[in-house]
T-cell receptor
Framework: EAGVTQFPSHSVIEKGQTVTLRCDPI?????LYWYRRVMGKEIKFLLH????????ESGMPNNRFLAERTGGTYSTLKVQPAELEDSGVYFC???????????????FGPGTRLLVL | AQKITQTQPGMFVQEKEAVTLDCTYD???????LFWYKQPSSGEMIFLIY??????QNATEGRYSLNFQKARKSANLVISASQLGDSAMYFC????????????FGPGTRLSVLP
């Protein structure tokens, strides 16, 4: 069974440009999460999809970040326009959605390393 | 206040020895889950072990075990018979049933296994 995949693995862009990150969850997983780790800081929750619906987007830093999950399959996270402080590692995770959330293991992708110059 | 505290930024252990990575947490919720993840230098986050707040027995998964002390709000990871491949960052995480609703991670502990 394929794990969570993320694309690209690395992205280097200039301030003001747009970047779109993609996440493909484990097949059949209803829950999809985005996290990020800014340099030297802790991993922080960004948002949570249940199928195609945004369950919780309380962690999104500002309106330059837009996440979508069309059809409840893969998800994209767009940063427009990117700022220097957006640099970090963006992780996607998925879980089945068959158990209470606090009991379910989230399986993480390898992350996308974003560098904004 | 920090929800998850990992007081050891870095740890060294000799190969084949056991090591304990500390994790304390803060929650008002009665139902919560505690998770440990390993992040090797390649960057991916690998799930290791889970402990539910109502689980009476400490979780074990192969060489990994969780020393869960609910009254002290600690969930230390014990790795037995360390291997060179265990060198990595280790993150403790918590998810509350009612408050917060999403994973909160600790700052991580970098473990280095010495040959």
């Amino acid at each position: 069974e394929a794990g969570v995949t993320q694309f690209p693995s690395h992205s280097v862009i200039e301030k003001g440009q747009t970047v779109t990150l993609r996440c493909d969850p484990i097949s059949g997983h209803d829950n999809l999460y985005w996290y990020r780790r800014v340099m030297g800081k802790e991993i922080k929750f960004l948002l949570h999809f249940v199928k195609e619906s945004k369950q919780d987007e309380s962690g999104m830093p500002n309106n330059r970040f837009l996440a979508e999950r069309t059809g409840g399959t893969y998800s994209t996270l767009k940063v427009q326009p990117a700022e220097l402080e957006d640099s970090g590692v963006y992780f996607c995770a998925s879980s089945q959605g068959e158990m209470p959330n606090h009991q379910e293991t989230q399986y993480f992708g390898p992350g996308t390393r974003l560098l904004v110059l | 206040a920090q929800k998850i505290t990992q007081t050891q930024p870095g740890m060294f252990v000799q190969e084949k020895e056991a090591v304990t990575l500390d994790c304390t947490y803060d929650t008002s919720d009665q139902s919560y889950g505690l998770f440990w993840y390993k992040q090797p230098s390649s960057g991916e986050m690998i799930f290791l072990i889970y402990q539910g707040s109502y689980d009476e027995q400490n979780a074990t998964e192969g060489r990994y075990s969780l020393n869960f002390q609910k009254a002290r709000k600690s969930a230390n990871l014990v790795i037995s018979a360390s291997q060179l491949g265990d060198s990595a960052m280790y993150f403790c995480a918590m998810r509350e049933a009612f408050y917060g609703q999403n994973f909160v991670f600790g700052p991580g502990t970098r473990l280095s296994v010495l040959p």
